[in-house]
């Protein structure tokens, strides 16, 4: 009786220790799953470039409008339509007057008419035969004919641009003739002074030559 009693012991022990070690390996497969399905994460992929960061590489215009052309030394810059104009003076009067055979001066940066050529940008003559005044640009000084009271010293540029007077062309001058000019650039630059725009309008004309203008000056960035 005491051997059965022995067996049936050792059979519940070894039942139940079969029933320990099985509930151990499902532990260790449950954990083992978990562990697999919620490792952590890798690093982040690297984001596509955006836009913004691509433009970044892009160069840049330049905002202040004057033009990024390199040029000689020298050089008068490049007038655009970003040009920004001081205004140097608005509607001046001046009269020139030459006799016949002579010749008069004009310094449009002041405005200030003179006997003499220095610093000057126009000058004006008078005919003997036909008592007709002329005006002629000094060297460096451009400026076009193509020109009307009352415009812009930017339209100004464009009608210089394009409709160019010929160099030591004379200009008939005649009540309600205009006229854009550009001062020298090289002179200017040798009095460090300004360089500028002006905007000429004759206003009247007298028999004996005389000739009254209004004139108006915008000094141009460098």
């Keep these: 009786m005491s051997v059965l009693a022995l067996l049936l012991a050792f059979g519940s022990a070894l039942f139940a220790w079969r029933a320990i070690d099985q ?3 499902a532990k260790s497969f449950a954990l083992g799953g978990r562990s697999a399905n919620t490792a952590p994460p890798g690093p982040p992929s690297a984001a596509p470039a955006t836009s913004a960061s691509a433009s970044s590489s892009l160069p840049s215009e330049s905002p202040s409008g004057i033009d990024d052309v390199p040029r000689s030394p020298g050089d008068a810059p490049v007038l655009t339509e970003q040009t920004v ?3 140097k003076y608005q509607k001046q009067p001046m009269v020139l007057q030459a006799a016949c055979g002579r010749t008069m001066y004009a310094d449009l940066d002041e405005p200030r008419a003179q006997n003499d050529e220095e ?16 005006i002629r640009l000094m060297e460096g000084v451009e400026g076009s004919e193509d020109a009307r009271p009352g415009m812009t010293p930017k339209e100004c540029a464009d ?6 007077v010929g160099r030591d062309a004379p200009i008939p001058v005649r009540k309600g003739t205009a006229l854009c000019i550009t001062t020298s650039y ?9 360089w500028r725009m002006i905007l000429m309008q004759v206003v009247g004309v007298s028999n004996d030559g005389a000739t009254t203008v209004e004139l108006s000056a915008w000094n141009i960035p460098d």
């Design 186 to 194: 090289h002179d200017a630059r040798e009095r460090r002074d300004q």
């Design 23 to 25: 509930a151990k390996d």
């Design 119 to 134: 610093q000057a940008e126009i000058s004006l003559s008078i005919s003997c035969s036909a008592n007709l005044p002329m």
């Design 85 to 87: 104009y001081d205004p």
């Design 159 to 164: 009608k210089i641009r394009s409709a160019l």
